[in-house]
């Protein structure tokens, strides 16, 4: 009850955010799900994080509704016929959008909106066209209020991407997140431009290596969320995460972690995932009942479960003795390689183990990389990224990640903050893009260093609702405090900017 009560007292929450975060403490309190001894000894020891998914799922984590379908025949539980306009088009989605669940109680991906809208929009007027989509833009953000949901566009050039990028310049919103579908061969040079410099000035969108994600999910997936590769008319189960550093701790030696320590944590993060994927389906009413389900607009086949890490380069580092980060994972080859070898090695555990329900996976688990957390601090970088502080110059970091993102189907990426220059050449980045996703870079991310709107570990906030909550006021954006905390316990914010002579140096 006290913790019920500190957060009805807490006054830099809205009436939602209140609500939201008595659901959670509702779910945190339950225990209908029992795992191991083992599993709990792992979880108290912080090897083993469950990322306060709760006890008792009634929900997947993540869901990917087929939006198309939607379009094509409307939605009986919501009296929602085909839209036949641009008006009706947006009206549909924004109806439907509060009805799609997820772990954040907001829907996490909001659909390909430009080959969704682009019938709607060439038949319009372009000014009322952009009013409209200016209008539609401005509702995700005041009624969905959380970074994690997420628009997709592209590869190809449209009017109705061209629009959303002017809009999302003009706006300076944090709502929705975006990501560019990008393929070289099928997304125009001037295009990818105007993307380029739009995420120069709202750290968004994202570009996501349309090929690779192609190769493994096919031409229906979506990034969701911060950057989470899932199929469409499906979604992720539940994305629980191992804190490698954490894993390494009782490591006698590296010999030891391998034959030991690293397969027990594995076992235990796939006995809670089992157990957790199990309920869901057979015991929750959501893959029974929900009208997401039973209409069509998603399918249980066409969900796996994300099996998630962080602090590769800590645990690197830690086994190998290394106590300057800038002195070990990514800036010495030693401790990137034995970082290889430990992602192979959970890479082949998780692909032996036999997953129940992820029918359209052969019954696998897929890798993440997950972005970190408010509370981590500087113990667990995101993922395999190098640490904050750490950071090499730009182009010699592409290079370590283009060796680590091909074990992370569900999702992997990095950040990069340029500095004020690149307003001026803005042309000097796409090749960098183009470069390092055709050496196998998935998801590439990037924004301004005196940018208002700007990337955090995935998600997106604005540094002056930051510093609202330092105030003790209210921020709209229900993952504004997650930023704030990320900045203050792990810096953040603080990564290394990129400077364009460093660039021409290197080249």
């Known amino acids: 009850m006290s913790e019920a009560l500190n957060i009805i007292k807490d006054e830099t929450l809205t009436y939602h955010q ?7 403490l509702g779910e945190a309190t339950d225990h209908t799900i029992v795992y191991s001894d083992e599993y709990y000894a792992g979880k108290a ?14 929900r997947p984590r993540y869901i990917c509704p087929d939006y198309e379908l939607l379009f094509q025949k409307g939605c009986e539980f919501l009296e929602l016929e085909p839209p036949k306009d ?3 088009a947006v009206n549909v989605l924004e109806i439907f959008y509060t009805h799609v669940p997820s772990i954040t109680t907001f829907p996490v991906y909001l659909g390909n909106l430009d080959t969704l809208l682009e019938p709607f929009v060439i038949k319009e007027d372009r000014s009322y066209a952009k009013k409209v989509l200016g209008l539609f833009l401005k509702q995700i953000d005041k009624t969905l209020t959380d970074s994690f949901v997420h628009a997709n566009i592209g590869p190809e050039d449209s009017v109705t991407g061209r629009l959303l990028l002017e809009l999302t310049e003009e706006m300076q919103l944090a709502i929705p997140n975006i990501t560019l579908k990008y393929d070289p061969e099928r997304t125009s040079d001037d295009f990818a431009m105007a993307c380029v410099k739009c995420m120069l000035r709202t750290a968004k969108p994202s570009f996501a290596n349309h090929r690779m994600f192609v190769s493994e999910w096919g031409e229906r997936y979506a990034i969701a969320s911060c950057y989470n590769g899932l199929k469409i008319g499906g979604g992720g189960f539940t994305l629980p995460r191992l804190r490698l550093y954490e894993c390494s701790l009782d490591a006698r030696s590296i010999d030891d972690f391998f034959e030991h320590e690293l397969p027990k ?19 929750s009413s959501f893959f029974k009942h929900n009208f997401l389900v039973t209409e069509g607009f998603v399918k249980q086949e066409n969900f796996t479960g994300m099996f998630g890490l962080v602090g590769l380069a800590e645990c690197c580092n830690n086994l190998l003795g290394i106590r300057d980060n800038k002195k070990g994972f990514g800036m010495n080859e030693e401790a990137t390689n034995l970082g290889l070898r430990i992602m192979d090695a959970i890479e082949k555990r998780v692909a032996e183990h036999e997953a129940p329900y992820c029918e359209a996976f052969g019954h696998r688990y897929r890798l993440h990389a ?32 283009e060796k680590f993102h091909k074990y992370f189907p569900t999702g992997t990426g990095d950040i990069f903050k340029f500095e004020e220059t690149y307003l001026k050449t803005p042309e000097a980045i796409l090749p960098i893009i183009k470069g390092s996703l055709a050496n196998g870079l998935r998801y590439f991310s990037g924004y301004l260093e005196n940018n208002d709107v700007v990337r955090v570990t995935g998600y ?29 316990g792990g810096h953040a914010l603080d990564r290394r900017v990129q400077k364009q002579d460093d660039i021409n140096r290197a080249c």
Do not use: H, W
């Open 18 to 24: 209140e609500l939201i975060a008595l659901a959670r």
């Open 370 to 401: 997950q972005v970190g957390i408010d509370t981590d601090g500087m113990d667990d970088a995101p993922g395999t990224r190098i640490p904050i502080g750490a950071e090499p110059s730009i182009l010699d970091q592409l290079e370590v990640n």
């Open 265 to 283: 944590y594995i076992d235990l993060q796939l006995e809670y995932m089992d157990k957790r994927v199990k309920f869901l389906v057979e015991e």
């Open 460 to 488: 997106l906030v604005k540094k002056s609702e930051i510093e609202k909550l330092n105030k003790r006021q209210q921020s709209l954006n229900n993952v504004t405090v997650f930023g704030k905390g990320a900045q203050d």
């Open 86 to 88: 641009l008006l009706e």
């Open 45 to 58: 020891k912080g090897a083993l994080c469950d990322l306060n998914e709760g006890g008792m799922p009634y």
